[in-house]
């Protein structure tokens, strides 16, 4: 009876030891998690401070923080992908609010002209995409060179359609155009953090 007793106390022992023990490896995982993601954050946070719009990089980037880790090209590849799936998405907000009628004379004039720079846009920044896939050592500065190139395309892409709207008589399809313009800003303003993140990796690169 007392051996089945002291048997079954040291069962009990290992038993509160073995539970330590899982507990213990299942914090440590738990706290290395917290951290590995922290530093993805910070990194990201820390990039994104030397933009124009810091706030809009860290936040439409934060959300991809497992895939971008704490690399500088990821980084970059991540900020241009966003910036190429919101151009296209106001791209096609824009076809439709042309085909919905409303504007007229200078007005859709200046739909036209926005929907044709924001195209060469699209295409500048699929360019761009397409070289930072092929970045190597060797090709480093010469890609780099030309994604600059075509993404600072794009900005003054961006840039000339809110400038065409801003010209136009106020008084004409200000809802249409108030939309229009605040979404081709926010892709303005995606690009310019892009271009910036990517002037940081040229600028970086040993």
Known sequence: MEYAMIRSSNSKCVATILLVIVLTI???????????????????????????????????????????????VLLTGTALNITLSSAKSTSAAMSTMARSGGLSGRDAAAMQDCMEVLADSVEELT???????????????????????????????????????????SSVAEDVKTAVRGRVVEVAQLTSNALALINQLANGHP
């Not at 993601?37 to 030397?50: A, D, G, L, W, Y």
């Not at 092929?134 to 190139?149: A, C, I, K, P, Y």
């Open 127 to 169: 360019k761009s995409i397409g070289e930072m896939s092929h970045l190597r050592t060797s090709n480093f500065e010469g890609t780099m060179s030309d994604v600059q190139t075509w993404v600072s395309a794009a900005l003054t892409d961006d840039t000339t359609c809110t400038d065409g709207f801003q010209q136009t008589p």
């Open 26 to 72: 299942t914090n440590c995982g738990e706290a290395k998690g917290r951290e590995f993601r922290q530093s993805n954050t910070v990194f990201i946070r820390s990039s994104c401070s030397s933009t124009t719009y810091p706030k809009l990089c860290y936040t439409s980037l934060v959300k991809h923080a497992a895939f971008i880790q704490t690399n500088p």
